[in-house]
């Protein structure tokens, strides 16, 4: 079974920070994905990243995945009061599955 | 286009009752999944299906059962509901089996 840690579980900052927030896994993984979700609504897919090293950009959101394909980063420039939610790593799994971290939940006050 | 559309959105049952939670996608894809959400424990995959007359268990199916007689419909019963299943529940289908699109999922209080 693979273990999955999303740090940190917590975060509050402030409008105009920056942050970011990290997937770590012991194990290879083939993709890994990064959801949002806001209260009472499902996920939402932010991006999907397949190739070691490889670095997504999404406005003001980059996305790392490690070169050995274990861990990924999330940052976040300059962030807004409209960023706030539970970010969810995803790595796939075998027969299409997902398997979610417990995420970070993040706050931006104004 | 609906996406992913589950209903009930609220629902509260008795303990032994017995329900169903429907989800419908409107999107052709052939993969779906039922995971439950509880604080500190984040999304957990019950059943999930690989395509039309097929379903197959997750990490956590037991007192559940599942069905997918059509390929937009995915539903999820509970036979004899306890308290432990209390929860929120999120439906989830994919073209592919990795981007996922999920409903705004079913908060299930059993008392």
């Known amino acids: 079974t693979q273990l999955l840690e999303q740090s940190p579980q917590f975060l509050s900052i402030q409008e105009g920070e920056n942050l970011t927030v990290y997937c770590n896994s012991s194990?290879?993984?083939?993709?890994l994905q990064w959801y949002r979700q806001e209260p009472g609504e499902g996920p939402v897919l932010l991006v999907t990243?397949?190739?070691?090293?490889e670095v997504k950009k999404l406005k003001r959101l980059t996305f790392q995945f490690g070169d050995a394909r274990k861990d990924s980063s999330l940052h976040i420039t300059a962030a807004q009061t409209g960023d706030t939610g539970l970010y969810l790593c995803?790595?796939?799994?075998?027969?299409?599955?997902?398997?979610f971290g417990s995420g970070t939940q993040l706050t931006v006050l104004p | 286009n609906a996406g992913v559309t589950q209903t009930p959105k609220f629902r509260v049952l008795k303990t032994g009752q017995s329900m169903t939670l429907l989800c419908a996608q409107d999107?052709?894809?052939?993969?779906m999944y039922w995971y439950r959400q509880d604080p500190g424990m984040g999304l957990r995959l019950i059943h999930y299906?690989?395509?039309?007359?097929?379903?197959a268990k997750g990490e956590v199916p037991d007192g559940y059962n599942v069905s997918r007689l059509k390929k937009q419909n995915f539903l999820l019963g509970l036979e004899s509901a306890a308290p432990s299943q209390t929860s929120v529940y999120f439906c989830?289908?994919?073209?592919?089996?990795?981007?996922?699109?999920f409903g705004s999922g079913t908060r299930l209080t059993v008392v």
């Open positions: 989830a289908s994919s073209y592919d089996g990795y981007g996922y699109t």
């Open positions: 194990s290879v993984f083939s993709s």
């Open positions: 990243v397949v190739t070691g090293g």
């Open positions: 995803a790595p796939s799994g075998s027969a299409r599955q997902l398997t």
């Open positions: 999107m052709n894809h052939e993969y």
């Open positions: 299906s690989v395509g039309e007359g097929t379903t």
